[in-house]
């Protein structure tokens, strides 16, 4: 049985019971794991093609994570023999108090949690798992800073996005018992949810359900390694596409399999870059700038 919380404690959060007011805040995206079949290729896409900037993994001594800024950024690790499609290894939210929310999740009976670690610039972080498997961090900056890295196309993840295939296990740990709140919906075809997006509980980037089987317009048998980098992805912050598209071009810094710009059904301008291992980037301008399909926003949107 993958689910981990009652009915009786969904409805209790959900509907402000004290066990909320004992969560510390998360604030944030803090960082996206990856899978790299090929390191050196990795290291030309997120530096000099993304632009940010290369620090030693105090997680792991094999990875190298690519700061957006000194509180963002992506963690590339070498692909684990007998992975098979899988490019995605964690997605990991900034949160006030590690150790709190440590006790918080072992309180309510999360998956897998795993002691506090510490990092040599004080920094602290523990995973977990949600209902569908994810390993998914939260991270106690062990830093202030927030100076952009120099060079770096955005200095901002505003959001994650990952398959999902059971929406109401996963709201009972992301929303119900981690309080994150909902952003925006929409989907490709009437009668069918493609995109589910909801909002940190204490700020405005958000996680992005990409709704995989029935219910949606992704069937599973459709699912294979390109697919699945489309499904897993980040999405880089930026105030202007067509100022970052043409910094792309007259740089040389698209990557080999782009796409866009295209107006997103969300009402965004948004276009996608693509890791050598088939992972999308995707760029997305702050505020919608046309009405968005589905549903209206429910949330403020980042303002860069």
């Not at 602290?124 to 100076?147: C, H, I, K, M, Y």
Request: proline fraction near 7%.
């Amino acid at each position: 049985m993958r689910g981990v919380i009652t009915f009786g404690l969904v409805a209790m959060l959900a509907s402000g019971g004290a066990e909320a007011a004992d969560r510390p805040a998360i604030t944030g995206i803090s960082h996206i794991a990856v899978y790299a079949a090929d390191l050196a290729a990795a290291d030309q896409f997120y530096a000099v093609k993304l632009g940010a900037e290369k620090h030693p993994d105090p997680e792991n001594a094999k990875g190298t994570i690519y700061r957006f800024s000194p509180q963002q950024y992506v963690e590339v690790l070498p692909l684990p023999t007998g992975e098979g499609i899988n490019r995605l290894a964690h997605v990991a939210f900034s949160t006030a108090d590690a150790a709190k929310l440590r006790a918080y999740l072992s309180a309510h009976h999360a998956r897998e949690v795993s002691p506090v670690q510490r990092a040599p610039d004080g920094g602290q972080w523990f995973s977990a798992r949600d209902p569908e498997g994810n390993l998914v961090q939260f991270v106690q900056s062990g830093t202030t800073d927030t100076t952009p890295a120099p060079g770096a196309l955005s200095s901002r993840i505003i959001h994650i996005g990952f398959a999902v295939h059971d929406r109401a296990k996963e709201d009972g740990f992301y929303r119900a018992l981690l309080g994150f709140r909902p952003y925006w919906w929409g989907s490709m075809k009437a009668g069918t949810t493609d995109w589910v997006s909801q909002q940190v509980p204490d700020g405005h980037d958000w996680i992005e359900y990409m709704m995989v089987g029935d219910g949606s317009t992704t069937p599973l048998a459709k699912i294979d390694q390109q697919e699945l980098g489309v499904l897993n992805h980040f999405s880089l912050g930026v105030a202007n596409m067509e100022a970052a598209v043409t910094t792309l071009i007259a740089g040389d810094r698209l990557s080999p399999r782009h796409d866009g710009p295209q107006m997103g059904l969300d009402g965004k301008w948004q276009a996608n870059l693509y890791d050598p291992d088939g992972s999308r980037v995707e760029l997305m301008e702050f505020q919608p700038v046309t009405k968005p399909c589905c549903s209206a926003f429910t949330a403020d949107s980042p303002k860069g």
